[in-house]
């Protein structure tokens, strides 16, 4: 079956059409801002793929409803508009690519695979917040946690390199960036904690987002600074993160920026690191322990000095860095980066969510194949069993 695999993000647009093999046979990327490519762009993009058997879509936000892939239908599209107001920077942009998709290629099954999902059976006391019962029961109030499509994929590969049932922390850095402390059970990675919560704006500093923030904050800057609420929510997820504290959401610039001694570029760097390690050391706990680090996304890929400076500050969890590994990295593979001796594995691993939504998509439309497991031989995806 040859899959088309839209992933509609915050601020590219990735279609990759995969063979029967998994070959990448067709790829395009389309610079998206606030996930919006250019009007007509992917329209044309997936006017030129090729013989298509499915289609499959990255959705961020499955709600309390949707727990694992789905065959896209008019009732199933109504329930993930319903969620957009939760995921405004991902989810309008996702469902304009399934409705695009739909009408560029008819007739063509679409099935949503949701970031959500990998998160869905989180123990209670990680998911639960404090709220009121009625907010939590009938409201639907928890922390779904998102980037689970990533997640899944870095913990798969971490077992192959670091072996069977390695308590894995992911750190999936990019525009969006979340951790995940991720444990086996037999050959099934599980979501244990993860930092995003009820929306992708919590956890991390990111591009655009704040990351955690007291919730008194937006409340007191409607009712006594006198803001608009849809101001504040505009800012919390478009004007905050690193753009809010150096001027720009890229994290190159930011870095240019600080090397030639720019203080609101210092600050920013200092800020995303302290809330990374905590963030890291806090999903270490919750495993008990840590067997292996992952870097993955665009800057935990490509940015070997702020993994050198983040895993510096955390020495105490075991891990050491090789400075020579590190630095030579393989941004589109997969690298062991530690030091000789550390009780605990550093690794790089190049995001291939496009290989997990294939993988779902066959699996529901033609039943599942043999289930992946930690530790042997790999198998079609790249998963090890």
């Not at 892939?69 to 957009?84: I, K, N, Q």
């Not at 007739?107 to 999902?117: E, Q, R, S």
């Not at 840590?290 to 870097?295: G, I, R």
């Amino acid at each position: 079956m040859q899959v088309l695999v839209v992933n509609a993000g915050s601020s590219t647009v990735k279609i990759r059409l995969l063979d029967a093999g998994d070959e990448v046979v067709h790829r395009v990327d389309l610079a998206a801002d606030r996930g919006r490519p250019e009007p007509g762009a992917l329209e044309d993009a997936l006017a030129g793929t090729g013989p298509i058997d499915a289609v499959g879509h990255r959705v961020v936000h499955g709600g309390p409803a949707f727990h694992g892939p789905v065959r896209v239908d008019d009732a199933v599209l109504a329930e993930l508009d319903g969620l957009a107001v939760l995921a405004p920077l991902h989810q309008v942009p996702a469902l304009a690519a399934v409705r695009a998709a739909a009408e560029a290629l008819p007739g063509i099954p679409a099935v949503a695979c949701f970031d959500t999902a990998f998160h869905a059976d989180m123990p209670a006391a990680a998911s639960t917040y404090a709220l009121p019962a009625r907010w939590r029961d009938e409201l639907g109030v928890r922390r779904y946690g998102f980037h689970g499509l990533a997640h899944e994929w870095a913990a798969r590969r971490a077992a192959a390199l670091a072996g069977p049932g390695a308590r894995t922390v992911v750190a999936h850095l990019g525009s969006g960036a979340s951790a995940c402390a991720v444990a086996w059970e037999g050959d099934r990675p599980r979501s244990v904690d993860t930092t995003m919560g009820f929306t992708p704006t919590a956890g991390l500093v990111m591009g655009t987002r704040t990351g955690d923030l007291d919730p008194a904050v937006p409340l007191w800057l409607v009712e006594s600074a006198g803001l608009g609420p849809d101001d504040v929510a505009a800012a919390l997820d478009r004007r905050s993160g690193l753009l809010g504290l150096a001027g720009t959401a890229d994290m190159r610039e930011v870095l240019a920026a600080e090397a030639a001694g720019g203080p609101g570029a210092a600050l920013a760097v200092a800020v995303w690191l302290h809330r990374l390690r905590a963030q890291v050391a806090a999903m270490a706990a919750a495993l008990g322990g840590l067997d292996a680090l992952v870097f993955s996304g665009g800057i935990g890929e490509n940015a070997a000095g702020l993994r050198g400076r983040a895993v510096a500050g955390l020495g105490f969890l075991g891990l050491a860095l090789d400075p020579d590994a590190n630095a030579a990295a393989d941004p589109d593979g997969e690298t062991d980066v530690s030091a000789a001796g550390a009780r605990a594995r550093t690794l790089v691993v190049h995001s291939r969510e496009d290989l997990v939504i294939a993988a779902q998509v066959r699996d529901l439309l033609d039943g599942p194949a043999a289930a992946p497991s930690p530790g042997g031989a790999v198998d079609r995806w790249g998963w090890s069993r």
